[in-house]
């Protein structure tokens, strides 16, 4: 879950918060551990206004295809655990060859070479068979993989939120462990924004 260890943001007097959900986090992560009272400005969050005017954009602008094909987008988080170490493989056996597009992208450019690794050697030849349509992403410079795409499947990464909120298509998720980047999360007694958006 995303709540930030109160060390990390304990010297600062200003922050910069996304939503009203990061000003909870950190009014209580005050009170619990007795930190100054810092000045916390809600300013949204830019990205992702951005990309909601970017698909409304192209949605409009291109009609789709009847001939075309259902569109996977198969996100994986960085983290141990994530869907390559888990179930990549039956997950792609049990949608490669349905007349399915479908992509792996990796939510954060380091981890390409796992994927590489786990993905592309032993499926990539599927890619070139008639019915089956298998990409595994490169190139992170463009959304146009999100906002092409029919469905995403992910575990705990957080581009569902740019997925759903821009296209507001549906996501599936795959109960992975958990990333975890507070450990002490659970003092708080504030449910996650990872964990409580997921349904």
């Avoid at 796992?114 to 070139?128: D, I, T, Y």
């Amino acid at each position: 879950p995303s709540h930030a260890p109160e060390g990390r943001l304990r010297h600062y007097d200003t922050v910069l918060c996304a939503g009203p959900h990061q000003v909870r986090e950190l009014r209580r992560a005050e009170e619990l551990y007795g930190t100054k009272r810092k000045n916390l400005v809600e300013c949204g969050y830019d990205l992702l206004d951005r990309e909601i005017a970017e698909y409304e954009l192209a949605a409009s602008a291109v009609e789709r295809d009847p001939s075309r094909r259902d569109v996977v987008l198969i996100a994986p988080s960085w983290q141990e655990g994530n869907i390559l170490d888990t179930c990549i493989d039956d997950m792609l056996k049990s949608v490669l060859g349905r007349g399915m597009r479908v992509i792996v992208r990796p939510t954060a450019p380091e981890t390409t070479k796992q994927l590489f690794r786990q993905v592309e050697r032993p499926f990539g030849s599927l890619g070139r068979r008639p019915r089956v349509r298998f990409v595994f992403e490169h190139d992170f410079s463009s959304n146009k993989t999100v906002f092409t795409s029919d469905i995403l499947v992910t575990d705990w990464s957080s581009i569902f939120c740019e997925f759903c909120f821009s296209t507001r298509k549906p996501a599936i998720f795959i109960d992975t462990p958990m990333k975890v980047g507070n450990p002490d999360w659970q003092e708080l007694g504030i449910e996650p924004t990872d964990i409580a958006l997921r349904s």
